[in-house]
């Protein structure tokens, strides 16, 4: 099967160069991070990927499979419950598949509310379900972790990697957070500059087991950067 190939060469936004060249691979299975400070095109990167907007230069080919995308903002329907949001997906399986992927998200008591009765977590743990729900073979995300709690951001890590050793999607998600990107991810790619550019691609030196361990993330990130 073959996985997502970017060769951008550029993206703009009214003439103003956002995005420079860059090309990387990501095998099937592969856990990647794009790593970069606050504004520097990350979600625009990921809004490309996503098919979201073809005005760019270059060539992106998602791979094989179905591609699913969690926005930084969980973007349920809020007129719609937790399970609905998730049934109401086509190929997503109605609601006993629905309760499964909430069940297994800790979010079986949450089912039945609607979106602004839980919180900002169990919302972002909600979105990740309904993404998973058309099995993709790609899974986008946006700063998954960003403004949760300390908890609420391990409760997501941990759903995001048995999820992920669960279906074997491949992952891409963007972060501006070293240490984040050091507990989640396989491969670190840093873009960074005006145009921004991919400046290092590395693999993480942590294996998925070591990378659960705050003290290793801790080493490998003053090791790294
Ligand atoms: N639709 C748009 N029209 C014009 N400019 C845009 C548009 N979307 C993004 N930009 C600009 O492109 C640049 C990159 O934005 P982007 O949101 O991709 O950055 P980011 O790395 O995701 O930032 P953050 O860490 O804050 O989420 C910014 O200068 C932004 O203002
Ligand atoms: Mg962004």
Not at 79 to 89: D, E, G, H, K
Request: charged fraction near 25%; aromatic fraction near 4%; hydrophobic fraction near 45%.
């Amino acid at each position: 099967m073959s996985g997502l190939d970017v060769a951008l060469q550029g993206k703009a936004f009214a003439g103003r160069a956002v995005l420079g060249p860059i090309a990387f691979r990501l095998a099937p299975g592969e856990r990647a991070c794009l790593l970069g400070p606050s504004g520097i095109g990350k979600s625009t990167l990921l809004s490309l990927i996503a098919g979201l907007d073809d005005d760019y230069d270059g060539r992106i080919d998602p791979g094989a499979g179905r591609l699913a995308m969690v926005f930084q903002a969980p973007r349920l329907l809020p007129w719609r419950t937790l399970a609905r949001n998730i049934a109401l997906v086509p190929g997503a399986g109605g609601m006993d598949r629905a309760r499964a992927l909430l069940a297994r998200a800790g979010l079986a008591e949450a089912a039945d509310h609607y979106p602004e009765k839980v919180s900002l977590g169990m919302q972002r743990r909600a979105a990740l379900c309904r993404a998973l729900a058309v099995d993709p073979g790609l899974i986008l995300l946006d700063e998954p972790l960003v403004s949760l709690d300390p908890r609420a951001a391990d409760q997501m890590r941990a759903l995001l990697r048995d999820s992920l050793d669960q279906t074997g999607a491949a992952a891409l998600l963007t972060t501006h957070d070293r240490r984040e990107a050091l507990s989640l991810c396989d491969r670190i790619l840093e873009i960074d500059g005006s145009p921004a550019r991919l400046v290092r691609d590395r693999p993480s030196p942590l294996s998925r087991r070591d990378r659960l361990d705050p003290d290793r993330v801790e080493a490998a990130l003053r090791a790294m950067f």
